[in-house]
């Protein structure tokens, strides 16, 4: 597995004294869900999950994460319709937003426009999702 330079001996991101990052996934197929909560969970990240739009607003409004990685596309309320709503609330509207997708740079657009930060393509591959952490969790 590649090393992350901003990793704190495999304890994950720090965001403040002796606090791990919570990152908040949110993805409706539980196969792709599980293989990102096992490897951010690798890298001592704090984990938490969500299976749709609805779930994502309700676990930020429980507890605000320090980063979301949203699926666009999932039944009920889709990743985009979750993100810009996420974005009225005071408390998480600085909460960076990766959007992920399997349907190319329209759709990565239309994340962007939606009030997402960045946007990674599937499947997840570490290498393209460790710069992406280290831009957002890093500060």
């Given at each position: 597995m590649p090393t992350l330079g901003v990793l704190n001996d495999s304890s994950g991101f720090m965001v403040g004294e002796g606090?791990?990052?919570?990152?908040?996934?949110?993805?409706?197929?539980?196969?792709?869900?599980?293989?990102?909560?096992f490897l951010l969970q690798d890298y001592g990240f704090d984990v938490s999950e969500a299976t749709n739009g609805y779930e994502a607003i309700e676990a930020v409004n429980k507890q605000v994460p320090?980063?979301?990685?949203m699926d666009i596309s999932m039944p009920g309320m889709d990743g985009?319709?979750?993100a810009r709503k996420i974005?009225?609330?005071?408390s998480a509207r600085k909460t960076p937003i990766i959007a992920i997708t399997a349907y190319g740079e329209a759709a990565q657009r239309k994340a962007l426009e939606a009030g997402c930060d960045a946007s990674l393509s599937k499947p997840i591959d570490f290498e393209d999702l460790e710069p992406v952490l280290a831009r957002y969790l890093s500060k």
């Amino acid at each position: 597995m590649p090393t992350l330079g901003v990793l704190n001996d495999s304890s994950g991101f720090m965001v403040g004294e002796g606090m791990k990052s919570k990152v908040l996934v949110v993805e409706d197929y539980e196969d792709t869900r599980e293989f990102m909560k096992f490897l951010l969970q690798d890298y001592g990240f704090d984990v938490s999950e969500a299976t749709n739009g609805y779930e994502a607003i309700e676990a930020v409004n429980k507890q605000v994460p320090d980063l979301i990685l949203m699926d666009i596309s999932m039944p009920g309320m889709d990743g985009l319709t979750a993100a810009r709503k996420i974005r009225e609330q005071i408390s998480a509207r600085k909460t960076p937003i990766i959007a992920i997708t399997a349907y190319g740079e329209a759709a990565q657009r239309k994340a962007l426009e939606a009030g997402c930060d960045a946007s990674l393509s599937k499947p997840i591959d570490f290498e393209d999702l460790e710069p992406v952490l280290a831009r957002y969790l890093s500060k």
